[in-house]
Structures are given as structure tokens and as C-alpha cells.
């Protein structure tokens, strides 16, 4: 069965520094997001992929963070510099269709970081 | 903003009870999706209710919709201990295209 991609699993950085995370959708999903997820609350979206055009990212905190789907595939996340309240899961998740009747979202395994 | 709001916060049950999860929104959607999200793992969706059905099944799975209440459920059946887990609904609201999730209902099946 396919699967939502993400890579690396698990990161620790120093405060300061820049950190990237990986996403790889389901072959052919047409619609990528981001999440972040602080412990015990649940996923915040960040930014919303339609192909490789964000149609939102009004959550994402831009002084920092920069998102990109150059291709419309594979995604990337950026947070530059890491702050301590940056310590988080972050999610990736892909739908396949484009209109909102059936848009199941299936999610990556996360991407744990730790900013010491 | 559309978060859905779910109660109770945490249950615990014994194994082979029924578990019943709470969901609450403000506006009018378009659709209700429930999720699961085991402890440090990424969350599997588990069933979807479009505005104009009112209840909805997958195997232990039994899922309520009341538009007039902004109100779903999520009832478990005969729980297993492979059940505990956060369960998250995700209302998406009648303009748009983005789910805003609450803090989920956090549910321990004990052998």
C-alpha cells in the first residue's frame, strides 16, 4: 500500500541553527500539507500545497519558516533560525482529489524534532 | 476558526466495553472526518460523513452526524486493547479547503 514519506524520522538541533524536513507524497496526490504538532494537542496546519502552488499558509510563521513543492511532488519545510518553542511532530499529509467531497488525508510517520 | 472540538479530553475503558467520543464545531460543513493517532506516529484516517448523511458505519465503527446540534459522534464497539489511542475529529468547513483538528479524546483499552 502506498504511503506518505517523510524523512529524517527524528532531529535534534541547537537553537539557532536551520533544520529541513522531507515529504514525499502518494504517487499522483494532488494536494500536500504540513502540520506541526505540539505534544499532547493536535496537528496545526502550516501551509497547504495544491500542486506546487501554496493556497495557504496563513498559520505559517514566514520570519522563519519557508515551505516549497518546486515540482509539485516532493516538499521540503524550512526553519531557520530554531527556536526551543520550535520542538514539535511535524506531519506531512497528501489527498488525492482536488475538490473538498472526498478529501481524505493520509499522513506520514512525522518528523520529531527537538531544538536544545 | 473551524477546530473541532472533541470531549471527552481522555477515557478509560475496559476491553470488549464500548467507547463514545464527542465532537463539537461551529460552523456549517461540508464534510466530518474522524482520525487515529497512535502514541509518536502519524494519524490514519478512520471514516468520513458528508453534511447530508446522518449516521455511518465501518466495521466496529459507528459514526453520527447532527448538523442542527454541530455535533458528531464516534462510537467504538467491543474495544480492543489495540484501540488506545488520541482520536481526532476534523469538520471542513463549507468554503475552503483546510481541516483544523482540536486537542482529540485520548482512549485507554485495558486488558
Known amino acids: 500500500e502506498a504511503e506518505v514519506a517523510q524523512s529524517p524520522r527524528y532531529k535534534i538541533t541547537e537553537k539557532s541553527q536551520a533544520v529541513a524536513f522531507w515529504c514525499d507524497p502518494i504517487s499522483g496526490h494532488a494536494t500536500l500539507y504540513w502540520y506541526r504538532q505540539i505534544l499532547g494537542q493536535g496537528p496545526e496546519l502550516l501551509v497547504q500545497f495544491q500542486d506546487e502552488s501554496v493556497v495557504d499558509d496563513s498559520q505559517l510563521p514566514k520570519d522563519r519558516f519557508s515551505a516549497e513543492r518546486l515540482k509539485g511532488v516532493d516538499s521540503t519545510l524550512k526553519i531557520q533560525p530554531a527556536e526551543l518553542g520550535d520542538s514539535a511532530m511535524y506531519l506531512c499529509a497528501s489527498s488525492l482529489r482536488r475538490d473538498r467531497l472526498s478529501n481524505e488525508q493520509y499522513f506520514g510517520p512525522g518528523t520529531r524534532l527537538t531544538v536544545t | 476558526s473551524q477546530q473541532g472540538e472533541e470531549d471527552p479530553q481522555a477515557l478509560s475503558i475496559q476491553e470488549g466495553e464500548n467507547a463514545t467520543m464527542n465532537c463539537s464545531y461551529k460552523t456549517s460543513i461540508n464534510n466530518l472526518q474522524w482520525y487515529r493517532q497512535n502514541s509518536g506516529r502519524g494519524l490514519v484516517h478512520l471514516i468520513l460523513?458528508?453534511?447530508?448523511?446522518r449516521e455511518k458505519h465501518s466495521g466496529r465503527l459507528r459514526v453520527t452526524l447532527d448538523t442542527s446540534k454541530k455535533s458528531s459522534s464516534l462510537l467504538i464497539t467491543a474495544s480492543r486493547a489495540a484501540d488506545t489511542a488520541s482520536y481526532f475529529c476534523?469538520?471542513?468547513?463549507?468554503?475552503?479547503?483546510?481541516?483544523?483538528f482540536g486537542t482529540g479524546t485520548s482512549l485507554t483499552v485495558i486488558p
Open positions: 476534523a469538520p471542513l468547513q463549507d468554503t475552503g479547503n483546510q481541516f483544523y
Open positions: 460523513i458528508r453534511s447530508n448523511e
